[in-house]
């Protein structure tokens, strides 16, 4: 079966692609099990807590990521370089996730026959 990987490069907000890609990625995972979400470069800071977006008159959607359990939605892996480069650790992110390097990313993106990046 093939799997579709999510792909998020982007910070939380000044767009609404984080949002809309959480979205699709809920929505897609009523059609398939086999899905895994990969955070990288900025796309880290979708997952951080004590987010206060409306200080920026942006909607607070980062406890949705929360509902991925829920979803079945069991592989989320966050880049370690990208954390580092934020001064951040797995610790300060709203949800468990799978930390791994560059070279680990890449070969888990060999495992899925689609790629989808917001």
């Known amino acids: 079966m093939s799997k579709i990987a999510f792909i998020c490069r982007r910070g939380p907000h000044g767009t609404a692609n984080g949002r809309e890609g959480l ?3 809920l929505a897609t995972s009523a059609l ?3 899905l895994a979400l990969f955070l990288i470069g900025d796309g880290v800071l979708q997952l951080v807590r004590e987010q ?4 920026i ?5 980062a406890p949705t990521f ?5 979803y ?3 592989e989320v892996y966050v880049c ?3 954390l580092a480069e934020r001064g951040l650790t ?13 070279a680990e990313i890449r070969h888990q993106w060999n495992g899925c026959t689609t790629h989808i990046s917001f």
């Open 57 to 61: 008159l942006q909607r607070h959607y």
């Open 80 to 82: 370690a370089a990208s």
């Open 72 to 74: 079945d939605i069991e």
């Open 32 to 34: 398939t099990e086999s």
């Open 90 to 102: 797995a610790s300060a992110l709203l949800i468990p996730v799978t930390v791994l390097s560059p």
């Open 23 to 25: 979205d699709a990625l």
């Open 66 to 70: 929360k509902m991925l359990e829920l």
């Open 52 to 55: 206060s977006p409306q200080g």
